[in-house]
């Protein structure tokens, strides 16, 4: 199956099976997935956090209006922005890359200065969009990659995010939720997995110019 057919065959599954469970290696792969999304500049403003606990998961069920996603899944992914994206942050990175790349830090001097100028020209505001839609980014490769290995995915928005960062410790950590994802395999009667999918035609979604 090529990914055509597999982006076809995915859909937000709304009913998991509780009794199957994703292997080590598959959540393994997901996550090494999402790693590899792009992020502007690389900086990958953003982290996961895999929520396996069950009375955690429950706390976390409670906030997102009891939908059943939360704890039926396999996994549940929380993906949080970094609040503090920062030159301290840009230098680590910066640093991170003179280590893989076994480059001199001196020479990567411009690349720094470019991130940090784009990074002054943002309030908090500002930034925390920006670091949101990065945080999104890494959701749709996340997703992708998903229906890749034939697994489920269901992306959510329908939770309080200000109870998951209490709920996750996420504040203290510097980060702040900004999109989840229940991962696992769907329940044979989910009947939104017989619906047929609807997007535009092609020729109303693309424009060549």
Not at 36 to 55: C, F, H, N, R
Not at 59 to 73: E, P, V
Not at 79 to 97: P, Q
Not at 108 to 125: A, I, S
Request: hydrophobic share 40%; charged share 30%.
């Amino acid at each position: 199956m090529d990914i055509l057919e597999k982006l076809e065959w995915r859909y937000a599954t709304k009913k998991f099976d509780p009794a199957k469970k994703l292997e080590d290696v598959q959540l393994e792969r997901i996550l090494r997935a999402t790693n590899l999304s792009a992020s502007s500049y690389g900086l990958q403003p953003y982290k996961a956090i895999v929520v396996t606990d069950p009375a955690v998961r429950e706390q976390l069920k409670a906030a997102s209006w009891n939908q059943s996603q939360i704890t039926d899944a396999s996994h549940l992914i929380v993906l949080a922005r970094n609040v503090d994206v920062d030159g301290h942050y840009v230098g680590r990175y910066i640093d991170h890359i003179a280590r893989t790349r076994e480059v001199e830090r001196g020479h990567l001097t411009g690349f720094e200065t470019v991130m940090n100028g784009k990074l002054d020209t943002l309030d908090d505001e500002r930034k925390a969009e920006w670091t949101a839609k990065q945080t999104y980014l890494a959701l749709g490769t996340l997703l992708a990659a998903s229906a890749a290995d034939g697994i489920d995915a269901c992306p959510m928005e329908g939770f309080d995010a200000a109870a998951y960062d209490r709920i996750l410790g996420l504040e203290e950590k510097g980060l702040r939720t900004v999109v989840i994802a229940a991962i696992g395999f769907r329940a044979a009667d989910d009947n939104m997995q017989h619906a047929k999918k609807v997007r535009k035609p092609l020729k109303d979604f693309v424009e060549i110019v």
